[in-house]
């Protein structure tokens, strides 16, 4: 008699940790005619339904990128305007993030934060302390080589011996030391480039680029995202799938 094996459909990977590079705001807003500031406001707008979906999803890492070291570079109007926007939502949505279990990390430096905006955010950490359901980092003024450098002047304050360098004892001084490696970053905005986002965590990430402008991406466009990143096959130097 023919044996039958009982297979069970594997499960899709799901990645551990997902960062959005949250892009295209700005030219959301040119086509519309609007400034480009209610381009931001209608990109902060959006990231309700997809927050929600990844926590579904079981996602147990979110890293979004809000601002980067180098944004300071734009007009000032834009910058406070931006950071007025921010400084709104952290304080509204923390609250909705608290009730499904989110914990809120904010990834980057306080340096330059108007004393309204660091409240908003020290309040978000302190009112989500306890969940760990799904951690959000909120990449807030931040950068990939400030990051390290950050990393490396911490390592020669306490006085670390060479010898006690490795990929470990580094990754300790990080911004956020318990987030795992990146295993994708999506990029909205059809550039394809990663914009000094944790660049020593994505050394081995999966990259999904869209030409959908930030404000129009929607669950339907991140659940490709996630089927495409299921579809991949990760290999980190060796010769079998991991
Ligand atoms: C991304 O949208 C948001 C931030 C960088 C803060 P942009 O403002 O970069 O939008 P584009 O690239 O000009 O369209
Ligand atoms: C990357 O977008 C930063 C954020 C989304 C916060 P940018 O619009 O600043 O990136 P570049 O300048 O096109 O590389
Ligand atoms: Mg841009």
Redesign the pocket.
Known sequence: MKKTIAVTPKKKPIPRHLAI????N?RWAKKRGLSRLKGHRAGVKNLRPIIKYMHDKGVKYVTL????T??WNRPEGEVNGLFHILEEIIGKESKELKKYGVRIHHIGSIKGFSSKLKKSISEALELTKDNSDMHLGV?LN?GGRAEILNAVKGMIADGTQPNKVNENTFKKYLYAPDFPDVDLVIRT?G?M?I???LIWQTAYSEYYFTPVL?PDFGVEELEEALTAYSQRQRRFGGLQPK
């Open positions: 590079i949250m892009d295209g700005g990128y809000a601002f980067s180098e944004n990449a931040y905005g550039e480039r914009s000094n986002l930030w």
